[in-house]
Each structure stands twice: as C-alpha cells, then as structure tokens.
C-alpha cells in the first residue's frame, strides 16, 4: 500500500509530476483572467457604455481568434515530443510552425475589422455603445498578433515543462497591464485619455513587454540557438501540415464553445446597457474560477506529448 502510494506521489506522471507542471500554468490563465477582469473594472469607473462594450466587444474579437488560438497552442505538444524523444533540434522547428499559424490568424483577425460593424449594428445598442464596441474589438483584433506570438513562443518553455517560466512572464504582463491601463484609459502622467480604445491599448503594451522577454530569450539566447535550432530549420511544410491536421479540431471546438457562450451574451446586450455593464463585471469574475481549468487541459497535452 505505501509503495503503491509512493509511485501515486512520485513516479514520472504522477500526482506530483502533474502538479508541478499544472500549478504554473494554472497561476498563468488566472493572471490572463485578471488583467480581462481589472479591464472591465476599469471602465466601469470611465463610463458605463464602455464597460458594457468591453465584453461584447472583447468576447467577439477572442472568439473569432479562437480557432487560431487552439491551434497555435498545439505547438507545446509537438513540443513536448521532441524533447520527450530527445530530438531537441526539432523543437525550434515546432515552434516557428506555430509563429506561422499565428501569422496567419492575425490576417484573418484584421480581415475581420472589415466586416464586423455590420454585426455589431445589427444588434440595436445605442449608438454610443455600438461606437465603443467597434473601437474595442478594432484595436484587440489588429493587436493580436502580439498575443497570439507569445502564445507560440510561450510554447518553447511550456512544452519542455518549463512553466514557472510562463508564469514569471505573465505575472510581468499582469503588473504592466495595470498601470498601462490606468494611464490610457484616464489619461494620466501625461497620456491621451482614450477610453475604451485605452483599455486595448494597454493591454496589447502589456503584452508586447511578455512578448519581448520570450523573443530574448528564444532568438537572443545562444543556448536556445545551438541546443534547440531556434534560428535553422524554420520552414517544415510537413510538420506544418500535421500540426494543422491535429490542432484543428482542437481549435475549431474552442471556437464553438465560445460562439454560442458568445451569442447569450448578445442575447442579454439586448436588455439594456445596464445588463450589459452589469454582465461584463459578472463575466469578468467567472473567469477567475474558469480560466484555471486551461491550464489544467494544457498540462495533460504537455504529459501525454
């Protein structure tokens, strides 16, 4: 029974394998929950219909790039198995595979801006409320890329089971989200005060500043560069091809679980501003318990390879 229990808590997979792991990347999705929370917060201090635009707005530009996000994601696993098999040479290579993936969602999301205010003006908002889901969703959709990047290169650390890594990243985008907002959405220390269009704003900064710490060190690093090709080998038609293939359906399932969560939020924008503003914190809250559970799925995908 002891032995039994020792293997539980000890073995490669186990209890405590898994935990060391999942409890980073836990702390990370929890870190990306709060910065989506103190963004609607904010703005609920700058006007209501910003606050009630931050979620209809927001949630529309994320589902869209979900597909893309999913499949991004998908690098870790890849990653995971060529350095579970020792053929660290490939790891670079999976990675570079997904920074193409994001390249590409960035397009569509950018071809999105182009239609999306048809959308938003068939739901009868208020002009005001309509104008500042317009600029939300614009501004997160162009800025993207950024996020979806450090999705991909965040898979370097993730998928050799380096998370405490990913966390210290995301708690460095969690304390440059903060005041990044403060000064653009109010206007503060010398800023333009820009409202909505502030919250985006500096939410993408932030993001920039993770960006450019994963860029260090998986471009800058000179171990990176010999141990795991970061620099060679960038373009692998056939691995891209089989990452696709298995990171689809990923993606395209994230997809349809946030459209229909993102259609009864719709639903309730119909009501009212007041609905909506009071939702957009609602929502903002629900995500502190839900955004952890990414996490946990993301730890199996890195353990199973």
């Not at 999942?22 to 990306?32: E, G, R």
């Not at 171990?223 to 970061?230: E, L, N, W």
């Not at 994230?254 to 259609?263: A, E, G, K």
Request: aromatic residues 12%.
């Amino acid at each position: 029974m002891n032995r039994e229990k020792s293997e539980f808590l000890n073995n490669t997979g186990s209890l405590l394998d898994v935990l060391r792991i999942a409890l980073p990347l836990i702390l990370s999705s929890s870190c990306h929950a709060v910065n989506m929370f103190m963004d609607r917060l904010m703005l609920t201090r700058y006007s209501q219909a910003s606050a009630a635009a931050a979620l209809t707005g927001g949630l529309t530009s994320f589902t869209l790039q979900c597909f893309f996000v999913g499949a991004v994601g998908y690098a870790g696993t890849f990653v995971a198995q060529y350095y579970g098999a020792n053929q660290r040479n490939r790891v670079g290579t999976a990675v570079w595979q997904g920074i193409f993936i994001a390249l590409a969602g960035a397009l569509f999301m950018a071809s999105c801006c182009l239609w999306i205010p048809h959308l938003f003006g068939a739901l009868n908002h208020t002009p005001e409320v309509e104008v500042q889901e317009n600029t939300y969703f614009r501004w997160l959709a162009l800025g993207c890329i950024v996020f979806l990047l450090q999705q991909a290169l965040s898979c370097f650390w993730s998928g050799r089971g380096k998370t405490t890594m990913v966390l210290m990243v995301s708690i460095l985008v969690t304390l440059l989200n903060l005041p990044l907002n403060y000064m653009f959405i109010y206007g503060k220390w010398g800023c333009p005060e820009m409202g909505t269009a502030g919250a985006a704003l500096g939410t993408i900064l932030a993001a920039m500043g993770g960006l450019l710490v994963y860029a260090i060190g998986f471009f800058g690093l000179k171990s990176s560069r010999r141990d795991y090709g970061t620099c060679r080998n960038i373009v692998d038609w056939d691995m891209f091809k089989r990452m696709l293939k298995y990171s689809s359906p990923n993606g395209a399932q994230l997809m349809l679980d946030l459209s229909s969560f993102n259609v009864f939020i719709i639903v309730l924008s119909l009501y009212g501003v007041e609905v909506q503003e009071a939702s957009s914190i609602v929502f903002g809250i629900n995500n502190l318990s839900f955004c952890p559970i990414m996490g946990i799925g993301m730890t199996a995908s890195i353990l199973v390879g």
